[in-house]
């Protein structure tokens, strides 16, 4: 057994106790609801309810190669759990831009930089869609955002405010292979009630394909989830 695999299992463990008690009957009331209407439902506990999670967010911002004084988009930045971390990669003369839609999640994140004095972080309560940015992007980060990576007009927004060659990250849940049912089952639990449509989450990078060169993309937690990196095309 692989240290990689090993680790997948202890990041999963405690995900499986959270949600192993939802039916199938739960899953298909969720899978329709609005997910802007979940995040307001759930946005107080979602650090909590996700916790199993951060070890793979975290991975995702390490990824990152960002240098000090960069500009770092996080796009749908939810409730700012990835902020810290890419605050301290690009330092106090970087930026670090959080856009996020939904109104409760984006509250949260705008407590945490005001409690913790994070002047290099601004929030923009806007959709991907339709956020500006004052000048070109160094670099992105989609931590968990399936419905933006999934809309070309969120992603023409991005990239267009992007530098050429600028890096980019995604990452978040996926299917895993077809023979694992139960964990196909325990992956829909997680993430049907924040998102739109599953449309796609067998390979959630497929759009980015066409504006990143050279996507790497590595399946994680028994493939589970993924992690994808590249640079902007010009």
Excluded at 1 to 20: H, I, K, N, Q, Y
Excluded at 81 to 93: D, I, Y
Excluded at 212 to 230: F, M, Q, S, W
Aim: hydrophobic share 45%; proline share 6%; with cysteine.
């Amino acid at each position: 057994m692989t240290e990689a695999f090993r680790r997948s299992g202890r990041v999963l463990l405690p995900w499986l106790s959270d949600v192993v008690g939802v039916t199938v009957s739960n899953m298909a009331t969720t899978s329709t609801r609005a997910p802007l209407a979940a995040y307001a439902r759930r946005a107080a506990g979602y650090a909590h309810d996700t916790r199993a999670f951060q070890y793979w967010r975290d991975e995702l911002v390490r990824a990152l190669p960002v240098q000090p004084g960069d500009t770092v988009v996080d796009v749908g930045c939810g409730s700012g759990l990835c902020l810290a971390g890419l605050r301290a990669k690009v330092g106090p003369s970087g930026h670090v831009i959080g856009v996020e839609e939904a109104a409760a999640m984006i509250a949260l994140a705008r407590a945490a930089a005001e409690r913790n004095g994070w002047r290099e972080v601004r929030l923009l309560a806007e959709s991907a869609e339709r956020f500006s940015l004052p000048e070109p992007a160094d670099a992105a980060l989609f931590c968990a955002v399936h419905d933006v990576l999934m809309s070309p007009a969120a992603l023409d927004n991005v990239f267009g405010q992007l530098r050429p060659g600028a890096w980019v990250v995604a990452g978040g849940g996926k299917w895993p292979p077809p023979w694992n049912g139960p964990l196909t089952a325990l992956v829909a639990a997680l993430h049907a009630p924040y998102v739109q449509s599953m449309v796609g989450f067998d390979r959630p990078w497929q759009l980015l394909e066409n504006y990143v060169d050279d996507l790497t993309v590595t399946e994680v937690a028994c493939g589970a989830g993924y992690r994808a990196i590249g640079r902007a095309r010009a």
